[in-house]
């Protein structure tokens, strides 16, 4: 990356200037790193294969593992899985905007795109992500700021030492988080499998699942 400081700002502050600034990256295929409902993450655009890249570089990690996609509708989510039943997307509608992550089955346009068959995705409950998320109106990639076997960093001070000028810009919020990840279930055989449990009870989720169905 380039030796130079990465772009600092504050998101409680200076809101327009952070979304502003994160989707001009986003869009050049830049990588940034923001506060979400959960942990902080590394962000860019799933679609531009050179910010993939440059995400799997910094945090070293394995280019088959598979990462959270923060979505700011539903609109956005129907075009890239295939969910055909009415009573699984107002399931989702129930379960959202909340630090719950879904694994869906993609479509195939998306599928072939992405070189994957099924992803994660979340609308976060977090001001600044529901802000950037209109604007860029696309997925958004989330995935925890750590070198790939390291714990993750929650704390903008370590984030800053560890990763200043390995990408364009560090966004925060003074703002106390969750400072757990997300509860991660997968719906791609049908009903809810835990994958991760996170600040969201499985069993809360189930119940409002088995309620639709």
């Not at 700021?145 to 800053?160: E, S, T, Y």
Request: hydrophobic fraction near 45%; aromatic fraction near 8%.
């Amino acid at each position: 990356m380039t030796e130079l400081l990465s772009r600092v700002i504050n998101t409680d502050e200076h809101s327009r200037e952070a979304v502003a600034l994160a989707q001009k990256i986003y869009f050049e295929g830049g990588v940034f790193i923001y506060p979400t409902d959960t942990i902080y993450g590394f962000g860019a655009n799933p679609f531009n294969q050179e910010a993939l890249e440059k995400i799997f570089a910094i945090k070293k990690r394995p280019r088959d593992k598979s990462m959270i996609m923060l979505v700011g509708s539903i609109d956005v989510l129907l075009k890239m899985v295939d969910l055909k039943s009415e009573d699984l997307i107002d399931f989702l509608l129930s379960i959202w905007p909340n630090p719950i992550s879904v694994v869906l089955r993609l479509n195939r346009v998306t599928a072939e795109q992405l070189g994957m068959d099924s992803a994660a995705f979340r609308i976060p409950n977090h001001g600044f992500c529901s802000k950037l998320l209109k604007a860029i109106n696309m997925p958004l990639i989330s995935t925890s700021v750590n070198r790939h076997g390291n714990d993750a960093l929650n704390d903008f001070q370590q984030i800053k030492m560890e990763f200043d000028g390995e990408v364009n810009a560090i966004f925060y919020s003074t703002r106390e988080s969750l400072n757990s990840g997300s509860t991660v279930i997968n719906l791609t055989t049908g009903r809810p499998v835990l994958v991760r449990e996170g600040k969201i009870n499985f069993a809360e989720i189930v119940q409002k699942f088995e309620i639709r169905f």
